[in-house]
């Protein structure tokens, strides 16, 4: 009777145990979400930060809203600014990964500001550029880019 007693507890301990991980995963799982959804944001205000310190790259971001292409841009300029510009498909790329591996919902690429990806420049540099990308997500981004065009 007393083995049976003691089989008992091991498995209550046992039981308590999995509850225990359970619930640390879970918060460790959300920790995890929001540390990315912070670097995310703090990706944006990066990109932000360069375009207010940055005269030169403020005007090439205005160039490319007003529907410049790489033809209006002297070579160090366009050089400049595909840099730029590729800092912010890296962030869209970050957020397609972080999304496919569940810390991000759907939810977040409704924030990315996608008038800007679909101005005819960076339509250019992302032709270029796309081939070092994860041809998973160069799918996905192009699909996403194109949706709300009218």
Do not use: C
Request: glycine share 6%; no cysteine.
């Amino acid at each position: 009777m007393k083995r049976q007693y003691v089989e008992i507890a091991g498995a209550v301990s046992i039981i308590a145990s999995l509850v225990f991980v359970g619930v640390e995963i879970r918060q460790n799982t959300s920790a995890i979400r929001g540390a990315t959804q912070q670097e995310i944001s703090s990706q944006i205000s990066d990109m932000l930060a360069i375009t207010a310190e940055n005269e030169r790259i403020a005007y090439l971001v205005d160039k490319a809203f007003s529907g410049a292409t790489k033809s209006e841009l002297n070579r160090v300029d366009y050089s400049r600014f595909r840099a730029f510009a590729t800092i912010g498909l890296r962030r869209i790329e970050n957020i397609y990964l972080q999304h496919m591996n569940g810390f991000l919902s759907k939810e977040a690429f409704e924030r990315i500001g996608w008038d800007y990806y679909r101005s005819p420049l960076l339509r250019e540099i992302w032709k270029e550029r796309k081939g070092g990308f994860n041809p998973e997500f160069v799918l996905f981004y192009e699909k996403l880019r194109d949706k709300e065009i009218k």
